[in-house]
């Protein structure tokens, strides 16, 4: 389906999928899109049951860039504050410094 038939919430997940199995090699479900994105959203509101594991990288206007232990992976996830969605998921090789 073409992105402009689809809501903001459904493009970026189906292309937060899209980047899981381009970068990182693993199938991103609906159901792991949302956990990851209320993890996200917990971590950033000050929820510190859900601190431990989420690492702040940069903020640009209403966009952030996050370290996210999930599922035993690092993941470099970019929220937008502003929507409330989480974005996209970045190449760790361009973040590299950040997952040691």
């Not at 937060?16 to 994105?37: F, V």
């Amino acid at each position: 389906m073409k992105r402009k038939n689809l809501d903001p919430r459904t493009y970026s997940r189906q292309h937060c999928q899209e980047r899981a199995r381009e970068r990182y090699g693993d199938d991103l479900t609906d159901n792991a899109y949302e956990s990851l994105t209320e993890r996200i959203r917990q971590h950033l509101n000050g929820n510190k049951a859900y601190a431990l594991g989420c690492k702040h990288i940069n903020t640009e206007g209403t966009q952030v860039t996050l370290v996210v232990e999930h599922w035993g992976k690092k993941w470099i996830a970019v929220f937008d504050m502003e929507t409330d969605i989480l974005k996209t998921l970045l190449p760790p090789e361009q973040f590299s410094e950040h997952l040691s």
